[in-house]
């Protein structure tokens, strides 16, 4: 089983090969103070490589993902998923947050890669409740895990200390 690590810091700065990127369905570049961090660190090649992307592709589903190189952050590879807005709960917001863990794990693992590091993923501007998404977090990529053949570390990584508290205690660490 691979190791499930918990980190309170910027996730731009963190070494592993594939981080996660919250984007919308269009992958609309800085559409988020996370997503513009992440473009900022990379550098403008990742700005063109996503939208060489997105002019074939349109848009993506809730929850599924895109990976682009890296060029200046220090992992190898960015997973870009479509994160949903919350909405109250009764909008498909749970299944599809989960989709966005699922869909990166998965996509990192048939990259060959063998470890991801993940931001709490729809819990800024998207307003979804921080225990809720860590727990969704938790539980999906636990499940997650179990289909893949290289990944062996997942890192979460928490800027606020708000959702370092919230996972720090539903990993018991």
Not at 21 to 33: F, L, R
Not at 35 to 51: C, M, Q, S
């Amino acid at each position: 089983m691979a190791e499930i690590e918990l980190v309170q810091g910027d996730i731009t700065k963190i070494k592993t090969d594939a981080i996660v990127n919250e984007t919308t369905a269009k992958v609309v570049i800085g559409g988020g103070s996370l997503d513009a961090a992440i473009h900022a660190a990379a550098g403008p090649l990742l700005l063109k490589e996503v939208r060489d992307i997105m002019e074939e592709k349109k848009t993506i589903a809730l929850g599924e993902c895109i990976v682009t190189d890296a060029y200046k952050l220090p992992c190898k590879k960015v997973m870009h998923t479509a994160g949903p807005v919350y909405m109250g709960g009764g909008w498909q917001e749970a299944e599809n947050l989960a989709g966005c863990y699922r869909s990166s794990i998965l996509a990192a693992d048939a990259a060959g890669l063998e470890s991801i590091a993940f931001p709490n993923l729809c819990t800024g501007a998207q307003t979804f409740p921080k225990k809720a998404a860590a727990e969704i977090a938790i539980q999906t990529v636990r499940h997650a895990l179990g289909e893949t053949r290289h990944i062996n570390k997942v890192i979460f990584v928490c800027f606020e200390a708000e959702n370092y508290a919230v996972y720090t205690e539903l990993l018991r660490l």
